[in-house]
């Protein structure tokens, strides 16, 4: 039986997440080290304005992930997989070693910026609930067009799907789910179109610096965003952090194959819960934590207990 971590994407965020970091010398050295990689401090990035910026979203997000990820690990607890959704891969390739975590910043910052750059305003994200992916892409196609394009992009679980384009466009998908049967359909808290073609630019570029990179064999399975595979080859991982921005993150499977393999505990990273809730969901026969919704000593404690039982 194994115990996977799991790391949060976009839209997860929350102002100060940074500052309700448990007190411990492991987060304390995360956030310094943080600091000296961003030659600002780190704090910046997570107040309710800055918050406004992905680039500021996914630095807060990789980071808060790492801080507790080494809490857990300096108290002993290893994950036997890990799992990332979006932005939160590059913390799941921290976690497995893949690449360090003073060049996950400096990446994740650039992807934001590359995001920004590409889609300053007028695009971002939504979510349908209550329908299944191909009435999700049914309707996202009768809603396309070249100059207000919209997709079908993340498969959470087989009826939550989410959408990326531009705002009109997304407005007028929403609408027509929710007079259709969708249980919910509304925006996500995401200004950029992310997990379909309109940001191949972003991942070529991200793929030509992350090849100036130095990855390791990663110690642990790594769930890829884009085919649900466990990679564990250095140069798979770099392809997925390169490429998962603009291809959809098929995160319902990659549930069902880590259960597949033996996971029976899931441990998710803050910020939030979303993760548990869709693995509580699609796995009722495992047991799904959030360090957030349950605590970090209760989530400590059940670590210790499982990895006790099953060594």
């Not at 997989?81 to 360090?100: L, N, W």
Request: aromatic share 6%; charged share 15%.
């Amino acid at each position: 039986m194994k115990l996977a971590f799991l790391f949060p994407g976009q839209g997860t965020q929350k102002p100060n997440m940074l500052q309700k970091l448990p007190e411990h010398p492991a987060v304390e050295a995360v956030l310094q080290e943080a600091t000296e990689a961003l030659r600002e401090s780190v704090y910046n990035f997570n107040s309710n304005e800055a918050l406004t910026s992905t680039v500021s979203v996914q630095i807060s997000l990789l980071v808060s992930s790492v801080a507790i990820l080494k809490v857990f690990e300096a108290e002993g607890i290893y994950p036997h997989i890990v799992a990332g959704h979006s932005a939160g891969a590059y913390s799941a390739a921290v976690a497995c070693r893949a690449i360090g975590f003073a060049d996950a910043l400096k990446m994740i910052k650039l992807r934001g910026q590359l995001m920004e750059q590409a889609f300053p305003s007028g695009y971002g994200m939504g979510v349908i609930t209550g329908m299944d992916e191909k009435t999700v892409k049914e309707l996202a196609n009768s809603c396309f067009t070249v100059a207000e394009p919209v997709y079908a992009a993340n498969v959470n679980a087989p009826d939550q799907i989410t959408l990326a384009g531009s705002i009109t466009a997304l407005h007028k998908v929403i609408d027509r789910a929710s007079t259709s049967g969708a249980r919910t359909a509304e925006f996500l808290n995401v200004n950029i179109p992310s997990h379909c073609s309109l940001l191949n630019s972003v991942s070529s570029s991200l793929h030509e610096e992350l090849s100036k990179i130095k990855f390791r064999q990663p110690v642990i399975p790594y769930a890829c965003n884009r085919t649900a595979r466990l990679l564990r080859s250095p140069e798979q991982v770099r392809e997925d952090l390169a490429f998962n921005v603009s291809h959809p993150v098929m995160w319902h499977n990659i549930s069902s194959i880590l259960c597949e393999h033996g996971t029976r505990l899931f441990i998710e990273m803050p910020p939030g819960n979303v993760l548990t809730s869709l693995s509580k969901k699609a796995l009722p026969g495992a047991r799904s934590l959030s360090v957030d919704e349950n605590g970090f000593g209760n989530c400590l404690v059940l670590a210790r207990r499982f990895c006790s039982e099953h060594s």
